[in-house]
């Protein structure tokens, strides 16, 4: 009779066997896998690299941080399984604008993307390749786990009278703090990019068809050389395994009608750019492409002309000749806000929850930096910024609508701020129910060292 191998087993019981082995040298530890849960290993190294991008970040710990961000990363991979048995998507043009927020985020901290890339390497030993590649990992498991809260989080009612109780019952002491918030509207243009300088995007491209076409060179090295999605350059222009609906309408459509893996694509215009695609591999619904991205880039007179428009704009709505709102309506081309009289709108990644009012923190960077300086009614000069969903340069001016000054919260003034303080009150009971049953039916091995800890979720530790 046939002896069958349980494969998940054997990773189970080679991952567990590593958890106690040390490196050859016993005073110089290169690395060790310090947790397992189910299939994955948590490295000393994913511990470390996670405080000391806490440290930067200035976060303080309560308690021992060797407990508690090791106790994260295991959470996450619990959210990151189940996703995987559901399904759950995540769109390319996602985790682009996360990646990108990340990587903005760090540049502008550190002060310049040289400063940024020597703080990597010095810290983590991270090249620039594997510093957008370690940010790509991090957006799209962020947003994976935001997505799998979300279902199972599901549509969570909370009545007035649920508010209303929740506040009688406060000590005064702990009646919340409501930081400053303030209400922004914006309207932006995007600089005429020359039909030269669009012509001269479509050459290269089409260069680089003719290129792969007569067997010159490989797409793959023409991405990793040429193409202007640094998420992707790295790994030949290669990108996961998508469903229709996770890839941008006219990427898709040329992307699906593509049946010769030899073939480069027509050139396809998306909002990030223009792309030529090749197939690697269709399954069922799903394909996976390799393409290159090339983006016209604007020009500084094209930049200056597009802010001196609005300059002249903004005059205008100063002088009373028309509205904030009205303009916004007419000439802006934030899509997202333009129908909505140029309000910007924030929302709750983890709730879903829009509201227009933000927290400083909250804005965009080049926005924050200059309503921080404005009183409400006022409206900008124009200045440049990233527009963060595609990446590329735009000019904008803003008008601070309203402004409310850090307080403590009352019901009549703060309604939605307590009723958002109850949601995530039962948001949270939720989900640390289900890690708690999630918990009872996943592996879970820690190394002896590292369980002398008071973990939030008891069970990790599994009684023989």
Known sequence: MKKFINFRFVVILVLAIFVNMETYAQDNVIDEVVWVVGDEAILKSDVEEARMDALYKQRKFDGDPYCIIPEEIAVQK?????????SIEVSESEIIQRTDGLLNYYIDQLGSREKMEEYFFENQNKTPNQIREALRDNARDGITVQK????????????PSE???????????????????????II???????????????????EYTDRITKGEIDFS????????DKGTAYRGGEM????????????????????????????????????????????????????ILLKPKVADKELLEACARLDS????????KFSFDDAAAVISHDKDTRNNHGIMVNINENTGVTTSKFEMQDLPQDVAKIVDQMNVGEVSKAFPMINEKDGREVCAIVKLKAKINGHKATIAEDYQDLRDIVMAKRREEVLHKWILEKQRHTYVRINENWQKCDFKYPGWIKKD
Do not use: C
């Open 78 to 86: 619990l959210f990151l399984h189940q996703a995987k048995l559901d």
């Open 148 to 159: 799998m809260q979300q279902k199972l989080v599901g549509e969570i009612k909370i009545t």
């Open 163 to 185: 508010v209303r109780r929740y506040f009688k019952d406060l000590p005064s002491d702990s009646i919340p703090y409501i930081p400053t918030q303030v209400e922004v509207q």
């Open 188 to 206: 932006t243009l995007q600089p005429k990019i020359p039909v030269s300088e669009i012509e001269d995007v479509k050459k290269k491209l089409r």
């Open 221 to 228: 090295t023409l991405a990793r050389l040429y193409s202007e």
């Open 240 to 291: 996961e395994f998508m469903g229709r609906g996770m890839l941008e309408p006219s990427y898709a459509n040329v992307a699906f009608s593509l049946q010769d893996p030899k073939k480069v694509s027509k050139i396809v215009e998306t909002e990030f750019g223009y792309h030529i695609i090749q197939l690697i591999e269709k399954r069922g619904d799903r394909i996976k492409t390799r393409h």
């Open 313 to 320: 704009v903004a005059d205008q709505i100063r002088n009373n």
